[in-house]
């Protein structure tokens, strides 16, 4: 019963190791293929590196190739990184020249756009600039003046009509009393002559 017991802990353990074994191993063919000198990050292939390397003591002995490569690939890409940053600032500065030329822009369209108000809400008047609520109360004025003045025409037309009305009616009465008195005259006149002619025949007669 107790080599029993101890066979069957002993296979366990032996199933647990072969186990165990196995993980590590996919673990480390996993982080073989991750892992490389030639591609990936910089910090895959420094970790590369370390785990390639032997121990001795407190040391990793390093092989110099691959620390010539590491060197190299890190030159690569500190080289790239700089390229890129020089490119970005290409990039900033040009966006900043545009940010430049769009604000000079923007102040000369709000200037235009001021003088266009401005110019909207102006009237120009024989040459003088003013706004418009001032221009329409001299329009307004100048409007009500000469109608002002129209009616004052228009009474003064129609006065002066009824006065010549009454001075033509005057004239026709004066010139109808004139007629009236000439006629008169003339038969005065007429009435005389006929006395004069009747007394002269007398007067030939008496002879």
Do not use: P
Request: a neutral charge; proline letters at 0%; glycine letters at 2%.
């Amino acid at each position: 019963m107790h080599s029993l017991k101890t066979l069957t802990l002993t296979l366990v353990s032996c199933l647990f190791f072969i186990v165990v074994n196995a993980q590590q191993k996919t673990t480390e063919e996993e982080e073989d293929d991750t892992l490389s000198l030639t591609k990936g990050t910089i910090d895959n292939q420094f970790e590369y590196v370390i785990q390639k390397s032997y121990n001795y003591q407190d040391y990793k002995n390093v092989k110099k190739d691959w620390l010539y490569q590491l060197k190299a690939h890190t030159l690569d890409s500190l080289k790239a990184i700089q390229n890129d940053l020089k490119t970005t600032q290409n990039i900033v500065d040009s966006l900043a020249q545009e940010i430049t030329t769009l604000k000079s822009n923007l102040s000369e369209t709000k200037t235009t756009l001021a003088e266009t108000n401005e110019e909207k809400d102006n009237m120009a008047l024989f040459g003088l600039q003013m706004s418009k609520s001032n221009y329409n109360v001299l329009m307004w004025s100048i409007i009500g003046v000469l109608l002002v003045l129209l009616l004052f025409f228009i009474y003064k037309f129609k006065n002066s009509n009824s006065v010549t009305r009454e001075a033509k009616k005057s004239l026709l009465e004066t010139e109808e009393e004139f007629e009236e008195h000439r006629r008169t005259a003339l038969e005065r006149e007429q009435k005389v002559r006929r006395q004069l002619q009747d007394e002269i025949n007398k007067q030939k007669t008496i002879k």
